[in-house]
């Protein structure tokens, strides 16, 4: 499995050159800060957007986004191509950290918790890259389209809800231990109508 | 497919309780499949932020770039080999998030079924106690200094022990333990900086369980496993099944 990525990986927008995800990774780990920089620039959006969504609220959301920043730069060494995508070990980074954190004490405030995002949701027209980022949406939201509707929900509750599989089932009037095998093939469906290979 | 195998959809998206990833992490130890499908899950899971992309304030680069200025990376796992085969030597943290769980899974377990109806252990733990001890251990495998050595017995079973100097603890975590032999019972040790081997408490009959040390780890040279008469001894009356040496790890 040398070669798992989704395609099109979303690493290189077109047009800019700009090197691999991985490849930025693999010299951040020996402690080249411009290319961590590119790697933050490259990825930054998307990690923060989904931390915003689990956590909602903006500054701890921020907090997080830092975390999981300074936790990629600290264990880039211990990256491995050969089990997945980078962007896939920092997303997992990512995710892990903002769902520890809603899960942990402070977690029953966050549901009164005004959802703020929307008003500062990347603009699309900016640049080049944002633009190939918007396709990319596209390409996923119509891929997402091809899940039934529980799979989609089930996903959408665990990822961005941060819900466990339990809870899942409880919200969606599941069978309780049904739930997770929506994800699963959800998740399954997604990858095989994204071309994510093995 | 078994239920546990259902799981990696779940896991890949953090869809799981403590307890389900400790046990779901287990199993992927074993399984190259659940592996390789977890793998290929979350390559999935990473394109839903592309349709959730929002750009953090400025600053927050600032802040970053400011920062990891003053951190240095984690120097690469590497598996050292010594003169007390077979023991690998790793730095924790980068395996943290993975060995962590493993680590708990049992006293976790032990405090679920502890905590609930279920009470099938033949000798007493309290759940407020199995309780403690994971949390201790989960807070020694999670210190910033803690340091991982891992001993594979032949026949596969492991054994992981996490010392955290700063908090002058150590813990062991095992799976896959054969039983003592009747009347035995394996017993833990601290070797203290004169290189005496101190009591650090007596294992539970269990194949996979987590057990916080006793005594100083802050200043133990090494830890160790010894099969003893039940009840423990003073000091070891067998040679050593396992040695955990902090000193070559650091």
């Given at each position: 499995m040398n070669d798992i990525a989704p395609v099109p990986s979303g690493d290189t927008p077109e047009g800019t050159g700009a090197p691999e995800l991985s490849e930025l990774l693999h010299r951040s780990a020996r402690g080249d800060e411009s290319a961590f920089a590119a790697l933050y620039d490259a990825t930054a959006a998307r990690v923060h957007g989904m931390v915003l969504r689990v956590i909602r609220d903006p500054s701890q959301a921020e907090e997080v986004t830092q975390e999981a920043f300074l936790e990629v730069w600290r264990t880039a060494t211990r990256f491995d191509p050969a089990k997945g995508s980078a962007l896939s070990w920092l997303l997992t980074i990512a995710h892990r950290r903002s769902v520890d954190r809603v899960r942990s004490a402070e977690a029953s405030s966050r549901r009164d918790t005004t959802y703020h995002d929307k008003s500062r949701t990347v603009d699309h027209d900016a640049t080049a890259e944002a633009a190939t980022a918007a396709m990319e949406a596209r390409r996923v939201r119509h891929a997402l389209q091809a899940l039934t509707e529980v799979q989609r929900e089930a996903i959408q509750l665990a990822y961005f809800g941060g819900y466990t599989h339990t809870e899942v089932a409880t919200m969606l009037d599941l069978p309780v231990g049904t739930a997770k095998t929506r994800i699963r093939d959800g998740l399954i469906r997604l990858r095989d109508a994204m071309g994510v290979s093995l | 497919m078994s239920e546990i195998h259902a799981l990696s959809g779940a896991y890949a998206v953090d869809a799981v309780n403590d307890v389900e990833r400790k046990l779901f992490e287990q199993h992927l130890a074993?399984?190259?499949?659940?592996?390789?499908?977890?793998?290929?899950?979350?390559?999935?899971?990473?394109?839903?932020?592309?349709?959730?992309?929002?750009?953090?304030?400025?600053?927050?680069?600032?802040?970053?770039?400011?920062?990891?200025?003053?951190?240095?990376?984690?120097?690469?796992?590497?598996?050292?080999?010594?003169?007390?085969?077979?023991?690998?030597?790793?730095?924790?943290?980068?395996?943290?998030?993975?060995?962590?769980?493993?680590?708990?899974?049992?006293?976790?377990?032990?405090?679920?079924?502890?905590?609930?109806?279920?009470?099938?252990?033949?000798?007493?733990?309290?759940?407020?106690?199995?309780?403690?001890?994971?949390?201790?251990?989960?807070?020694?495998?999670?210190?910033?200094?803690?340091?991982?050595?891992?001993?594979?017995?032949?026949?596969?079973?492991?054994?992981?022990?996490?010392?955290?100097?700063?908090?002058?603890?150590?813990?062991?975590?095992?799976?896959?333990?054969?039983?003592?032999?009747?009347?035995?019972?394996?017993?833990?040790?601290?070797?203290?900086?004169?290189?005496?081997?101190?009591?650090?408490?007596?294992?539970?009959?269990?194949?996979?369980?987590?057990?916080?040390?006793?005594?100083?780890?802050?200043?133990?040279?090494?830890?160790?496993?010894?099969?003893?008469?039940?009840?423990?001894?003073?000091?070891?009356?067998?040679?050593?099944?396992?040695?955990?040496?902090?000193?070559?790890?650091?």
């Open positions: - | 074993h399984c190259p499949d659940c592996r390789d499908e977890v793998a290929s899950l979350r390559e999935a899971a990473s394109l839903l932020p592309e349709t959730a992309a929002v750009a953090p304030p400025p600053a927050l680069r600032d802040r970053v770039l400011a920062e990891i200025a003053s951190v240095r990376p984690l120097p690469p796992v590497t598996v050292e080999t010594g003169p007390v085969e077979p023991t690998n030597v790793t730095s924790l943290a980068a395996r943290r998030r993975r060995r962590l769980p493993a680590l708990a899974a049992a006293a976790a377990v032990a405090a679920m079924l502890g905590a609930g109806a279920v009470a099938w252990q033949p000798w007493e733990t309290t759940p407020e106690v199995q309780q403690r001890q994971l949390t201790a251990a989960e807070r020694i495998a999670a210190a910033d200094d803690a340091q991982e050595i891992v001993h594979e017995f032949e026949g596969g079973a492991v054994a992981t022990v996490i010392r955290s100097r700063e908090l002058g603890q150590a813990v062991i975590t095992t799976s896959d333990m054969p039983a003592a032999p009747a009347g035995k019972v394996y017993q833990l040790w601290l070797q203290d900086p004169t290189g005496q081997m101190r009591p650090a408490g007596l294992m539970e009959p269990l194949p996979a369980q987590t057990v916080v040390l006793e005594g100083d780890a802050a200043s133990a040279r090494a830890a160790g496993i010894t099969v003893e008469p039940a009840g423990g001894s003073e000091r070891p009356t067998t040679a050593p099944l396992a040695v955990f040496d902090f000193e070559r790890s650091v």
